[in-house]
């Protein structure tokens, strides 16, 4: 996708994406944390993880590409944040524009900026994650009830968030 089409989806908004691609199912569950009030557009760069361990994402953070979605697939374990303060500098330096997370976050407040850079949780926890792994990175992953593939576009706004293929835009 070019960026054109990129910021087109960012103003049309999820529920005329939605309505436009078919009545198109959203990520259901998740809570915006960020301060920042546009949306959060890009290619999912996926990662699954096991409950509450941040290694395949700190890796992910590593890899992934600007202008790229950490779409995170924790199994929705609330007992231990994926991502905090640090993750989210981290992922701002690399250009990455935000997260959307099936689990935890901390550092709320850190979050909660007018810096361009969105935030999706299921909710948070003050308890840091372990760094043991397992973790896969770009593989499909489950999040708020919907299968993101690696590469789907991903537009998160204060309405809601979708998911969908590439290729369903032509």
């Known amino acids: 996708m070019i960026n054109s089409e990129l910021e087109a989806l960012a103003c049309a908004g999820t529920p005329l994406i939605s309505d436009a691609l078919g009545r198109l199912d959203a990520i259901r569950g998740l809570t915006r944390f960020d301060g920042w009030r546009g949306s959060l557009v890009g290619p999912a760069f996926t990662v699954k993880t096991r409950e509450g361990d941040n290694l395949a994402l700190l890796h992910a953070l590593g890899v992934a590409n600007p202008g790229d979605v950490l779409v995170v697939d ?3 374990a609330l007992h231990r944040a994926l991502a905090g303060d640090l993750a989210r500098r981290f992922a701002m330096t690399r250009g990455i524009t935000g997260f959307v997370i ?24 003050h308890n840091g994650p372990f760094k043991d792994g397992p973790g896969r990175i770009n593989v499909p992953v489950a999040i708020g009830g919907q299968v ?12 809601g968030i979708v998911s969908f293929a590439p290729h369903r835009l032509s």
């Open 148 to 159: 993101v593939n690696p590469g789907d576009i991903i537009v998160a706004d204060n309405e």
């Open 102 to 125: 099936e689990g935890a976050i901390r550092d709320v407040s850190a979050f909660q900026t007018e810096e361009p850079f969105g935030c999706f949780a299921r909710g948070t926890s």
């Open 74 to 76: 924790g199994g929705g």
